[in-house]
């Protein structure tokens, strides 16, 4: 029998969106009727190989993107492509009788965008931090799950401390996932914390910083990397942290 929340393992899973969850570059497509697509790119290009901050890209975006509205908000919202096993994943942790799991999107994202992917793709089952744009779109109930603006790569280090000092994991048992640089630093964070990092079809410049790290740190960073042609699949973020948990669960006995 599974015991009551207070005593199953507690787990934290951080994840960015754009390339980790959806191939889609969310900006780039939100401004994609407008002809906006390339100039969009080029800013995210920018800042996820490290050639800029991400603090420096935003005041850039945020213009390009004032023409987006309510109605178009919505609609991509509502069809924007995920890569194979999140849906399951997020469904699997948040309603698991095995760990009690917080689970939130860390992204650079547009945030009145990511509030509503939450809204229509997952139930409002998951927190949001995200890049302060298009939120003034939002109802109240829609921001409620807004728990950090976003508005450099760092901030993503603080949704993990802000989501363990609420939630008190097992240290083993903390993950952020992410593709590109611009989750270096959480995934770093998480494996300094004693979780685990989770590179997820990481980019060149993701993977350069990540050898950089010393032999202690990269031991809990897991790269999962997929072939030319092969479809990415979270389901193998979701094999990572079972076989965290089980771990955990098996030395508890």
């Known amino acids: ?32 009727v407008d002809g ?6 080029k800013l995210m290009k920018g800042y996820t190989s490290g050639a800029c901050k991400f603090s420096r890209a935003l005041p850039k975006m945020n213009k390009l993107a004032s023409g987006v509205d309510r109605g178009r908000l919505e609609s991509y919202a509502e069809k924007m492509p995920l890569f194979m096993g999140v849906t399951e994943t997020f469904d699997k942790l948040v309603h698991s009788e095995t760990v009690d799991a917080r689970v939130a999107l860390s ?36 921001k409620s799950c807004l728990i950090r603006p976003i508005v450099d790569e760092e901030d993503k280090i603080h949704v993990l401390d802000d989501l363990a000092d609420m939630h008190r994991p097992n240290s083993n048992l903390l993950f952020h996932v992410g593709d590109t640089i611009g989750d270096f630093a959480a995934i770093r964070h998480a494996a300094e914390l004693g979780g685990a990092g989770i590179a997820f079809n990481p980019n060149e410049a993701l ?28 389901n193998k973020v979701r094999d990572v942290i079972a076989g965290a948990v089980w771990k955990t669960l098996r030395t508890e006995l």
Not at 207 to 227: A, V
């Open 36 to 41: 906006l697509f390339d100039e969009m790119d």
């Open 107 to 142: 992204t650079t994202g547009f945030a009145g965008l990511m509030a509503l992917v939450n809204k229509f793709r997952h139930g409002f089952s998951l927190s949001v931090a995200a890049s302060p744009v298009l939120a003034h779109l939002l109802s109240e109930e829609e």
């Open 207 to 234: 993977k350069l910083s990540i050898s950089n790290l010393s032999t202690d740190l990269r031991h809990n960073i897991c790269e999962i990397d997929f072939t030319d042609g092969e479809e990415p699949d979270y």
């Open 1 to 32: 029998m599974v015991g009551p929340a207070n005593q199953r393992p507690r787990i934290i899973v951080t994840t960015d969106v754009n390339g980790t969850t959806t191939p889609d570059n969310t900006f780039g497509e939100l401004v994609r």
